[in-house]
């Protein structure tokens, strides 16, 4: 069973808010992934880590920052919401190797007035 | 570029077998992934692909063809748990994952 967990899973704030999206997992994954999803529609990469100290940029990162202080921990920064940013975020971990399928976690999703 | 196509819906019966099909694009190829993921969840594994031809895993099948760029989900002996969305991913020569948008599947009764 996957563990990895995501906070708040529902999130409605004001424009031009500060938020973070936490996310842990505790399999000792060295990668983890931060994906942002509209219904019915296909996972969109925001960003990326290979581990400690690695952090990496998706299609989506421009308005975005991740940290990667511990292996367990890949937090998830918007620096001033805007109701663009109205999606379902979810986190996701995986093994380095080749075949290394992704656990995601519930999600968060947020929406900004 | 890089191109992932599947249906964006189907419809089958409780019992019945239903296949869903992926056809991608791309430039660099090293494995395929099918995931499912119910209404208002997060996707769950359910396949990986590397080599061609078919990998069984209970009521679940996965079948891939690297020279056609195809892969194919099949559900056998459906069941009204099985109605979810069913994404197809593979993983590029940089090892990242390009996402399919996802096929519905509506079982019906």
């Known amino acids: 069973e996957a563990d990895i967990y995501q906070t708040p899973r529902y999130l409605v704030i004001g424009t031009g808010k500060k938020i973070t999206l936490e996310c842990s997992q505790t399999?000792?994954?060295?990668?983890m992934y931060w994906y942002q999803q509209d219904p019915g529609m296909e996972l969109h990469l925001i960003h990326y880590?290979?581990?400690?100290?690695?952090?990496e940029k998706g299609d989506l990162s421009s308005e975005s920052t991740v940290s990667r202080i511990r292996t367990e921990h890949f937090p998830l920064t918007l620096e001033s919401a805007r109701p663009s940013h109205t999606s379902q975020y979810l986190c996701?971990?995986?093994?380095?190797?080749?075949?290394?399928?992704?656990?995601f976690g519930e999600g968060s999703r947020l929406t900004v007035l | 570029g890089q191109n992932i196509d599947q249906p964006t819906e189907m419809t089958a019966t409780e019992g019945a077998i239903v296949q869903i099909n992926c056809t991608y694009q791309?430039?660099?190829?090293?494995?395929l992934f099918w995931y499912q993921q119910h209404a208002g969840e997060a996707p769950t594994f359910l396949s990986y692909?590397?080599l061609d031809g078919l990998e069984e895993k209970g009521r679940f099948s996965s079948f891939l063809s690297r020279s056609k760029g195809y892969s194919y989900l099949l559900l056998k002996e459906l069941q009204m748990k099985d109605s979810a969305s069913y994404l197809c991913?593979?993983?590029?020569?940089?090892?990242?994952?390009?996402w399919g948008a996802g096929t519905k599947l509506i079982i019906k009764p």
């Open positions: 692909n590397v």
């Open positions: 991913a593979l993983k590029d020569s940089n090892y990242q994952l390009i």
């Open positions: 880590s290979y581990g400690v100290n690695s952090t």
């Open positions: 399999m000792g994954h060295d990668k």
């Open positions: 791309t430039s660099g190829f090293n494995g």
């Open positions: 996701a971990s995986s093994e380095l190797r080749e075949s290394g399928e992704l656990f």
